[in-house]
């Protein structure tokens, strides 16, 4: 038998009709939906007269409108008929539902894994493109479209072709004030936004096994950033660690870890691609433009044009050539979204604020990614440093990732942000938005301006 990856083993465990090369159907272990794509699904399942297969493999939560302050007043007619609209649904149809408010609440690629719901081996889908930071923990996620999310509650399987698999090989030990947001900006700085494109990416190398799983999460998640639909990675000790205790992991579960290790890739298993990034090399990210490829190191200048993408990004984000980021006129930091709201972002970027006052120019807020978290930083004191400092400290959900709630950025502002997309508009209209690290975010704060970590005590 050929060596597998671990995306090819998982891939053929769920396999239920169709010949490799073509469409094939595939059995899904976990449906998690929100109130922004599910609407329409549930509207064609009361069309056609259908129940959800499996209501205790789905799983939903309030998230993308969800305000992070006075959270029960939403303003926004739309996006308060699509809270109201998901909370009749969940209830018509029997599933279980971390509800606007609920303690179990918060951004929906969060609270899966908290759950213990993420597990090696699942394929797991939702109605959100960076569902792919399930991937982290050994597992085929991707997102969804809302047409496929009433196919996968119908039915709870779903046509999928296989794509290529592609390995990229983190190496070496990363400088102290270089982190795993570093890593994945650093990898589509040099190799592009599409470099991705009809892969799943396979993370591997000394410097992913170092990582924890949060930080492991942050990588998978901004895997759509370099062009593909998933991301993964091999588990390990880390990974049952993480699982064990959690309220959905498996009840006999030294028998699930066996099941799990055997899923590890081979060594001589097969890849279409290749890559490689000596993270030893890498400085801490930011980016300059409007793509998360558009990213230099923080003591680099701003490339030159070479072309009218970057021109436009130039003309958008008020920026020239020769620049850096150190020139960037910051008015907003935002920590927070699916890709840095853990715990342990927040005890990061905590670090650079203890005892420090944010700079009188800059409007900082922080948003936890799930209630879970925040409870767990208030318990431990992290919320009274950001307070104290001059940050806002505020409720769970997407915030100002995304710009469908009330959490923009102003017009024309440039914004520190340790969230996943920079393209025009991303976080409010006219907003320009600067990926980074927290502890990148949480510096720039109290600077007011972006500085290098490395050199902070």
């Not at 939906?33 to 056609?48: C, D, K, M, N, Y």
């Not at 090696?120 to 959100?128: A, M, W």
């Not at 409720?395 to 995304?402: K, V």
């Not at 340790?418 to 600077?447: I, Y």
Request: glycine residues 10%; proline residues 5%.
């Amino acid at each position: 038998m050929p060596k597998q990856s671990i995306f090819d083993k998982i891939w053929d465990r769920h396999v239920i009709a169709g010949e490799m090369g073509g469409d094939q159907l595939l059995y899904i272990d976990l449906h998690v939906i929100h109130e922004v794509t599910s609407p329409q699904a549930f509207f064609g399942l009361r069309q056609a007269g259908r129940k959800v297969r499996r209501p205790e493999l789905t799983f939903g939560t309030v998230d993308h409108n969800s305000p992070t302050v006075d959270i029960f007043n939403i303003r926004d007619a739309i996006s308060k008929k699509q809270i109201e609209t998901f909370t009749k649904n969940v209830a018509d149809f029997g599933i279980e539902a971390a509800l606007n408010g609920s303690e179990g609440q918060g951004i929906c690629h969060m609270v899966a894994p908290e759950t213990g719901r993420t597990q090696p081996g699942k394929t797991i889908v939702c109605g959100d493109s960076h569902t792919a930071t399930n991937g982290a923990f050994g597992a085929i996620a991707f997102g969804i479209g809302t047409s496929e999310v009433e196919h996968v509650l119908a039915t709870q399987t779903l046509w999928q072709k296989k794509p290529k698999v592609m390995k990229v090989e983190f190496q070496g030990i990363p400088q102290k004030g270089v982190y795993s947001k570093d890593f994945i900006l650093g990898l589509i700085a040099k190799y592009g936004v599409d470099a991705g494109v009809g892969y799943a990416v396979e993370y591997t190398g000394e410097a992913i096994s170092a990582l924890s799983m949060e930080e492991r999460m942050t990588i998978c998640n901004m895997s759509i950033e370099f062009g593909a639909k998933i991301g993964l990675m091999n588990p390990d000790e880390k990974t049952y660690a993480y699982v064990s205790g959690r309220p959905h992991a498996p009840v006999d579960f030294d028998v699930a870890v066996q099941d799990w290790e055997s899923l590890k890739s081979d060594e001589d298993a097969v890849y279409d691609k290749v890559l490689a990034l000596n993270v030893s090399e890498l400085s801490p990210m930011v980016t300059w433009g409007t793509n998360p490829a558009m990213g230099v190191s923080v003591d680099m200048a701003f490339p030159e044009i070479k072309d009218v993408n970057d021109e436009r990004a130039y003309q958008y984000m008020s920026l020239s050539p020769g620049q850096s980021a150190a020139d960037i006129p910051l008015g907003y930091v935002f920590i927070g979204s699916c890709t840095n709201a853990r715990l342990n972002d927040l005890e990061e970027a905590a670090k650079f604020l203890e005892g420090k006052k944010v700079a009188a120019h800059i409007t900082g807020i922080v948003v936890p990614g799930s209630r879970g978290v925040k409870r767990a930083a208030e318990a431990k004191g992290i919320d009274r440093i950001f307070k104290e400092a001059g940050f806002e400290w505020r409720e769970p959900g997407c915030s100002a990732c995304l710009g469908m709630n009330p959490d923009q950025v102003p017009a024309n502002t440039h914004c520190a942000s340790t969230s996943n997309r920079n393209f025009e508009g991303r976080q409010g209209n006219l907003a320009r938005t600067h990926l980074c690290s927290p502890a990148m975010a949480a510096a720039a704060a109290v600077h007011g301006k972006f500085v290098d970590v490395r050199e902070l005590a």
